[in-house]
């Protein structure tokens, strides 16, 4: 076999490996969040172990290193875009990550710091280690607990318009329960008189500055980066150089490594040389809205304005929501 077909046979393999890899994970991680009983957690230990086995003969990853707790979460928010910043940031060499959500500083964080530890992918001393779980940026105990296990965590929040984000939060719902009352239902507790009902979450994440404001009580404002979820669909390439400047890392990802994909209507990696793998989010990514009526949108819009308005002066951007 001639020097560049070995060359291309190890990258395909290196390649098909790196999926396997992912999808043992996944199952990994689910079993834990389906279950709560600790033999379940002994057996995603064990897949966890066997997954660091196949790292570690991945030529990407490091034959060494050391599990890590995170030092940087994508905490939020859901449906902002979360899933493509990590799957974005993790292509750089010195970022590795969990590509599930371990929802630990939610939901199971009884389970103590050295499970959490188990759940990471092994690191050099170079590397960052991520995770992201959207649900932690509306989570009350979320910003404690994680300052308990480190006050120089950084974080990424995703943010995206509140209105566009409630339906795009409302259509998944619905894919997945289709006899709920319409958005209309949910979102007003009398929608003549335009109240609306903050206590439905789809409405209440979007409340970002009232969130923002607890997790102020335990980070300091530099220590929370904002990617804007619009622009990272304009202009992946800016908004991920920004979360790389965040992270301290060299600015390896660029326009180089991303195309827009007119069928998915969204911007894809570019398919490494001779690999066969999708680079594109999958189908829960992207999805066609829920229609809803214009004006329902104005009064989301009048709702959200002070809430969008007071976020703006907070971390000193302007998202131009209005
Ligand atoms: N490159 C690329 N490809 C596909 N989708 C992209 C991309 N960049 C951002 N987005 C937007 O990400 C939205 C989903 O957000 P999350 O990943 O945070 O969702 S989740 O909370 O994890 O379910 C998803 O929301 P919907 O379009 O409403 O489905 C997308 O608009």
Same mark, same amino acid.
């Given at each position: 076999m001639g020097s560049k077909k070995l060359l291309q046979k190890s990258h395909y393999c290196t390649i098909s490996a790196k999926a396997r890899v992912i999808s043992d994970e996944t199952r990994a991680v689910r079993l834990a969040n389906l279950t709560g009983n600790q033999s379940k957690h002994s057996a995603l230990q064990k897949t966890q172990d066997v997954l660091d086995h196949k790292q570690s003969n991945n030529s990407n990853s490091p034959k060494y290193g050391n599990k890590k707790l995170p030092n940087a979460l994508i905490v939020g928010v859901k449906k902002g875009g979360t899933r493509a910043v990590l799957e974005f940031i993790r292509i750089h060499p010195d970022v590795r990550a969990l590509g599930t959500e371990p929802h630990f500083f939610d939901r199971n964080y009884d389970k103590g710091l050295d499970w959490y530890r188990g759940l990471m992918p %092994? @690191?050099?001393? $170079?590397? &960052? @280690?991520? !995770? /992201? @779980?959207? $649900?932690y940026f509306v989570t009350r105990e979320a910003p404690r607990r994680i300052s308990n296990m480190s006050r120089e965590t950084k974080l990424i929040v995703v943010v995206r318009n509140p209105v566009t984000r409630a339906i795009s939060d409302y259509t998944q719902t619905l894919s997945k329960k289709p006899d709920i009352p $319409? +958005?209309?239902?949910?979102? +007003? /507790? #009398? %929608?003549s008189q335009g109240i609306v009902d903050t206590s439905w979450n789809a409405i209440r994440i979007?409340?970002? &500055?009232?969130?923002? !404001? #607890?997790w102020l009580q335990y980070f300091r404002l530099s220590q929370i980066h904002f990617v804007s979820g619009e622009r990272l669909i304009t202009d992946p390439a800016g908004e991920l150089g920004r979360v790389q400047d965040f992270l301290g890392l060299k600015r390896i990802i660029t326009d180089k490594h991303f195309y827009f994909n007119r069928t998915k209507g969204f911007p894809c990696l570019k398919k490494p040389e001779s690999s066969s793998q999708p680079r594109c989010l999958g189908k829960s990514k992207g999805r066609t809205h829920v229609q809803i009526d214009q004006e329902v949108i104005e009064q989301l819009r009048e709702f959200y304005r002070p809430f969008n308005v007071k976020f703006y002066e907070m971390v000193g951007h302007d998202f131009r929501w209005d």
């Open positions: %092994r @690191t050099l001393d $170079s590397q &960052i @280690t991520m !995770e /992201k @779980t959207p $649900s $319409s +958005f209309e239902e949910l979102a +007003f /507790k #009398n %929608r979007g409340m970002y &500055i009232l969130h923002l !404001e #607890n």
